[in-house]
């Protein structure tokens, strides 16, 4: 699986189209309402991201409540990044 390594090089305040290019079309998105947001879900895997309104990246967090803990270890970034 090579989310992990690409989620690292995904940052807040980059584009959606941005965040696509790198991690390829969301397995869920929801981009109506109040909170927009997209995932990337497989197996124990769960990488989220937030839009703000004007459709950049405002957080990006990894649900490892499901991961090991050799791979939780081996997750190269924090799990929870913000936006200045």
Not at 36 to 52: D, H, I, L, R
Not at 56 to 64: A, G, K
């Amino acid at each position: 699986m090579q989310w992990p390594a690409k989620w690292c090089q995904a940052q807040p305040g980059m584009t959606r189209a941005q965040l696509y290019a790198i991690m390829g079309p969301p397995t869920e998105q929801f981009l109506t309402g109040t909170n927009p947001s997209a995932s990337w879900t497989a197996y124990e895997y769960q990488f989220n991201a937030f839009f703000g309104v004007a459709g950049t990246v405002r957080q990006l967090d990894i649900n490892d409540i499901n991961l090991t803990a050799s791979e939780k270890a081996a997750l190269a970034c924090a799990t929870t990044r913000v936006a200045h």
